[in-house]
């Protein structure tokens, strides 16, 4: 397998507090390899390791990210430039935050394939138009403001713009949260698609045990900074080793459920 | 408790800057439905259906073109996007306890109600109080919200995608959380999910909403065993088994 992005051993604290303890998480070409887990476990910021994005108040303990024989964590400010959104792009999970809100969302994605594709005008339209289809969104949605758009159409901007630029690697976060079953279904299969034609890698975060088995390949579960679990998706899912991945197993809702209440302790 | 009469919201939009190409978004195209005291209602629907425009007007953020809502008592809202609805500079004191600072409380009754309001969504680390909304993961600031709105204990609540960046087991938590709650308060909900099997475990009533319409409305039990809406069916047929 073809390793793409490698983290290695990576601690981070914000002050006393270490929020990722010692994660090894790795990326590989026509992979998707998914992070699950607890609430403010350090899924994001180990993401955002990757691109070099933590926020300045996080202290980096100890740890690499390697990334075609550099540390991310390292390299200059104006190297990372180029490498972010071209060679590695993110959906962030919050992404009506993410997008600027005066500018219509269609000239954000057009602005990311001429800084980093130098692409031609009439190229550009058909590029715009397919990106548009991927994400199963009208053209006429791309000539709103952020603001203009709802939620799960924010979502769907995001995955576009990210895809736009034909990345090595594609870091999704929470990508789905606000989509319907059929529209993420969809959408998910298609970038699946397009990772088999483009061999890039995926890094998936998600806490939706169904997307997991739609999307991942390998499985990390992480909780409060630690990877408890790791293995190949069907060994997870069927067959899993750790209390904690077991415990989110039997929360997951299920429909005709008799129970009036959750199995969990206060 | 809740009366919504055949309310509609349209966005006009001009397509670029130079045309007069206008485009009519109805976001929002007549909408009809009640809720009882103390029930929930669930609403669900494809992305872009229009439910948090609904939801928009329900809580008067947003004024509807025509037909009314009336409600008896106080509502507040738990935004799809919690980060926007979080304001930047203040503490998460202030934000959970805003309600209660309005209302004239002291501060000693208030630090300890946020604090209560925290714990019971599953944030009590100690330095909590202090921090500011970015220094929060996402399903933690979504947490947030929900504690911000238990905490005055309104009559009614308007809960937007309240769980949809939560892992399950907190996820299980805050639903077992807000139906004791309502339970104990007779409080009212309408609740939001995209996920199906949520709706089905929090709700009384079940509507189905598509391109700005409720196309389906019936008790949870009836929407689940016979489905009448093609669109419903198809919903259904689509929840994961996983
Ligand atoms: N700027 C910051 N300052 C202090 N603590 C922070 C900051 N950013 C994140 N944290 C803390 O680090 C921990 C991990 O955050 P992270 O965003 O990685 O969680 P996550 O696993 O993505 O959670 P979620 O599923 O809720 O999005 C959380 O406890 C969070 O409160
Ligand atoms: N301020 C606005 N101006 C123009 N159009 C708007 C505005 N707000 C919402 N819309 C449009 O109204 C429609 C309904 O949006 P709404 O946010 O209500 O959907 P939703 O059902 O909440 O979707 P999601 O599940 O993706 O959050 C969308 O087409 C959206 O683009
Ligand atoms: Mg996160
Ligand atoms: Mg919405």
Same mark, same amino acid.
């Given at each position: 397998?073809? #390793?793409?992005?490698?983290?290695?051993?990576?601690?981070?604290?914000?002050?006393? @507090?270490?929020?990722?303890?010692?994660?090894?998480?790795?990326?590989?070409? /026509?992979?998707?390899?998914?992070?699950?887990?607890?609430? /403010?476990?350090?899924?994001?910021?180990?993401?955002?390791?990757?691109?070099?994005?933590?926020?300045? +108040? +996080?202290?980096?303990?100890?740890?690499?990210?390697?990334?075609?024989?550099?540390?991310?964590?390292?390299?200059?400010?104006?190297?990372?430039? @180029?490498?972010?959104?071209?060679?590695?792009?993110?959906?962030?999970?919050?992404?009506?935050?993410?997008?600027?809100?005066?500018?219509?969302?269609?000239?954000?994605?057009?602005?990311?394939?001429?800084?980093?594709?130098?692409?031609?005008?009439?190229?550009?339209?058909?590029?715009?138009?397919?990106?548009?289809?991927?994400? #199963?969104?009208?053209?006429?949605?791309?000539?709103?403001?952020?603001?203009?758009?709802?939620?799960?159409?924010?979502?769907?901007?995001?995955?576009?713009? +990210?895809?736009?630029?034909?990345?090595?690697?594609?870091?999704? *976060?929470?990508?789905?949260? +606000?989509?319907?079953?059929?529209?993420? @279904?969809?959408?998910? *299969?298609?970038?699946?698609?397009?990772?088999?034609?483009?061999?890039?890698?995926?890094?998936?975060?998600?806490?939706?045990?169904?997307?997991?088995?739609?999307?991942?390949?390998?499985?990390?579960?992480?909780?409060?900074?630690?990877?408890?679990?790791?293995?190949? #998706?069907?060994?997870?899912?069927?067959?899993?080793?750790?209390?904690?991945?077991?415990?989110?197993?039997?929360?997951?809702?299920?429909?005709?459920?008799?129970?009036?209440?959750?199995?969990?302790?206060? | 408790?809740?009366?919504?009469?055949?309310?509609?919201?349209?966005?006009? =939009?001009?397509?670029?800057?130079?045309?007069?190409?206008?485009?009519?978004? =109805?976001?929002?195209?007549?909408?009809?439905?009640?809720?009882?005291?103390?029930?929930?209602?669930?609403?669900?629907?494809?992305?872009?259906?229009?439910?948090?425009?609904?939801?928009?007007?329900?809580?008067?953020?947003?004024?509807?073109?025509?037909?009314?809502?009336?409600?008896?008592?106080?509502?507040?809202?738990?935004?799809?996007?919690?980060?926007?609805?979080?304001?930047?500079?203040?503490?998460?004191?202030?934000?959970?306890?805003?309600?209660?600072?309005?209302?004239?409380?002291?501060?000693?009754?208030?630090?300890?109600?946020?604090?209560?309001?925290?714990?019971?969504?599953?944030?009590?680390?100690?330095?909590?109080?202090?921090?500011?909304?970015?220094?929060? $993961?996402?399903?933690?600031?979504?947490?947030?919200?929900?504690?911000?709105?238990?905490?005055?204990?309104?009559?009614?609540?308007?809960?937007?995608?309240?769980?949809?960046?939560?892992?399950?087991?907190?996820?299980?938590?805050?639903?077992?959380?807000?139906?004791?709650?309502?339970?104990?308060? $007779?409080?009212?909900?309408?609740?939001?999910?995209?996920?199906?099997?949520?709706?089905?475990?929090?709700?009384?009533?079940?509507?189905?909403?598509?391109?700005?319409?409720?196309?389906?409305?019936?008790?949870? =039990?009836?929407?689940?065993?016979?489905?009448?809406?093609?669109?419903?069916?198809?919903?259904?047929?689509?929840?994961?088994?996983?």
């Amino acid at each position: 397998m073809d #390793k793409l992005l490698e983290i290695k051993d990576l601690t981070v604290n914000f002050g006393e @507090k270490c929020v990722i303890d010692n994660v090894n998480v790795s990326i590989f070409a /026509g992979r998707v390899t998914a992070l699950v887990g607890e609430s /403010g476990s350090g899924k994001t910021l180990t993401a955002l390791a990757s691109l070099n994005l933590l926020p300045e +108040a +996080a202290l980096i303990k100890k740890g690499e990210v390697l990334f075609r024989g550099q540390d991310m964590l390292k390299i200059s400010e104006t190297e990372i430039r @180029k490498i972010r959104g071209k060679d590695i792009s993110m959906v962030f999970q919050e992404p009506f935050t993410a997008l600027n809100p005066v500018m219509r969302v269609r000239d954000q994605i057009k602005e990311m394939l001429v800084i980093h594709k130098n692409i031609k005008k009439d190229e550009l339209d058909l590029r715009l138009k397919e990106l548009f289809s991927i994400v #199963k969104l009208s053209e006429d949605t791309g000539f709103r403001y952020p603001h203009e758009l709802s939620g799960g159409m924010c979502q769907r901007v995001m995955i576009a713009m +990210a895809l736009s630029c034909n990345p090595d690697i594609l870091i999704m *976060d929470e990508p789905t949260t +606000a989509l319907d079953v059929p529209v993420q @279904k969809e959408i998910l *299969d298609l970038v699946r698609q397009i990772q088999e034609e483009n061999n890039f890698g995926i890094l998936f975060i998600t806490h939706d045990f169904s997307v997991v088995n739609l999307m991942a390949d390998d499985v990390h579960v992480m909780k409060e900074g630690i990877i408890v679990e790791s293995g190949e #998706k069907q060994d997870v899912l069927s067959a899993p080793k750790h209390e904690y991945t077991r415990h989110l197993i039997d929360c997951i809702p299920r429909l005709g459920d008799e129970r009036k209440r959750f199995p969990i302790q206060d | 408790m809740v009366e919504v009469d055949s309310i509609k919201k349209y966005f006009v =939009k001009r397509n670029g800057f130079f045309t007069r190409d206008e485009k009519v978004v =109805k976001a929002v195209d007549g909408v009809s439905f009640s809720i009882k005291k103390g029930e929930t209602f669930g609403l669900a629907g494809g992305s872009g259906c229009g439910k948090s425009t609904l939801a928009k007007l329900i809580t008067g953020i947003l004024k509807p073109d025509e037909g009314t809502v009336s409600l008896n008592g106080a509502v507040d809202i738990v935004f799809q996007d919690p980060f926007g609805s979080l304001n930047p500079r203040m503490t998460i004191q202030e934000i959970v306890g805003e309600a209660l600072y309005i209302r004239g409380k002291d501060k000693e009754e208030i630090e300890k109600r946020v604090r209560d309001s925290l714990r019971m969504v599953k944030l009590s680390d100690s330095n909590t109080l202090t921090k500011y909304p970015h220094q929060f $993961s996402g399903g933690e600031r979504q947490r947030i919200a929900i504690a911000r709105a238990l905490i005055h204990r309104p009559e009614f609540i308007v809960l937007d995608e309240p769980v949809s960046s939560l892992d399950v087991s907190i996820q299980a938590g805050i639903l077992n959380l807000l139906k004791d709650l309502q339970q104990e308060h $007779s409080i009212t909900y309408l609740f939001i999910s995209h996920d199906l099997r949520v709706v089905e475990f929090m709700s009384d009533v079940v509507g189905i909403m598509k391109e700005g319409s409720l196309v389906e409305v019936a008790s949870a =039990k009836d929407i689940y065993n016979s489905p009448k809406h093609e669109y419903t069916r198809h919903l259904i047929a689509s929840i994961p088994t996983i």
